[in-house]
C-alpha cells in the first residue's frame, strides 16, 4: 500500500481489501513473502539491540533506584537502534523486494545477488538514513511512553502482564503514528529499483523521495 506509482493490480483501497485481493490473485501464502529474510536477520538484530539497550541504559543510570529515568531509557533505544539497524537495513531491503507485488525473486539469495549486480551495494543502505530517522525518534518515543506510562499505572514495579500489555500498546501506537510518513519514504527508497518510473528509480535520498511523494500526492501520501 506505500509504493508509489504500483501497477494497477497492485491498487488497494485499505489494509482488508489488500489481504483479500492477495490472497485470493496470489495465493495465501504471499501474505508472507520476504519472511525468510525477516527471520534470518530478526534474530541478531535483535540481539544487538537489546545488548546495546541494557548496556547504555546501565551507564547512563537508568537501572539506579525507584525513580523514573525517561533521557537514559530515550538516549539507549536510539543507541540500540543505530546498532540494530545498521545490521537489519540489508534484510530489510531484500524483505520489501521480495514483498513487492509481481516480485521476480524465489530465493534470499537470488534477491541479494540480483540487487547487488544491478544496483551495487549502496542499494542496501540507501535507506538507512532515512531508517535511523524513523526508528531513533520511535524508539525513543516508545520507550519514554513505555516507562512513564509503566510508572503510572504500576508504580510499584511489579510484574504484571496486563501494564506491560497496556503500556506497549500504546507506547508503540503513539510512536507509529509519529513515524509513518518516514516510513513510507523509507519503502520507496528501498523498492525503487523494481519501479517502471525513471523518477522513483533515481530517488536518491530521504527529501528527494520525499519531494516525490509530496508532488503526487499530497501530504495524504505520507498516510
Known amino acids: 500500500m506505500q509504493v508509489i506509482n504500483p501497477s494497477p493490480a497492485a491498487v488497494y483501497t485499505g489494509m482488508t481489501n489488500a489481504a483479500i485481493r492477495m490472497s485470493t490473485n496470489e495465493g495465501f501464502r504471499s501474505l508472507w513473502r520476504g519472511i525468510s529474510s525477516v527471520a534470518l ?9 537489546f545488548a546495546t539497550y541494557e548496556a547504555v541504559k546501565q551507564a547512563m543510570g537508568g537501572n539506579e533506584g525507584n525513580s523514573h529515568h525517561p533521557v537514559a531509557a530515550a538516549t539507549s533505544g ?3 537502534t543505530i546498532a540494530s539497524d545498521a545490521l537489519m537495513n540489508p534484510f530489510d531491503v531484500i524483505k520489501q523486494r521480495m514483498q513487492v507485488h509481481g516480485s521476480i525473486y524465489r530465493s534470499i539469495y537470488h534477491c541479494a545477488t540480483s540487487v547487488y549486480r544491478s544496483e ?19 524508539t525513543a518515543i516508545q520507550f519514554t511512553a513505555y516507562e512513564s506510562i509503566s510508572k503510572v499505572l504500576n508504580p510499584g514495579k511489579k510484574y504484571d502482564v496486563a501494564t506491560h500489555i497496556t503500556a506497549g500498546g500504546l507506547a508503540g501506537a503513539v510512536a507509529a503514528a509519529i513515524t509513518t510518513p518516514l516510513d513510507v519514504v523509507k519503502t ?3 523498492t525503487r529499483g523494481t519501479s517502471r518510473d525513471l523518477e522513483i528509480r533515481h530517488a536518491s535520498g530521504l527529501w528527494h523521495a520525499a519531494s516525490i511523494i509530496y508532488s503526487r500526492s499530497g501530504w ?4
Do not use: E, R
Not at 543502505?125 to 526508528?135: E, F, Q
Not at 495524504?220 to 498516510?223: A, I, L, N, P, V
Open 41 to 49: 536477520g530478526a534474530g541478531p538484530a535483535h540481539a544487538v539491540y
Open 78 to 80: 536510539a543507541c540500540a
Open 120 to 138: 551495487g551495494l549502496t542499494a542496501f543502505y540507501v535507506s538507512y538514513p532515512t531508517t535511523l530517522s524513523m526508528t531513533i525518534p520511535f
Open 188 to 190: 520507496l527508497l528501498q
Open 220 to 223: 495524504t501520501g505520507f498516510f
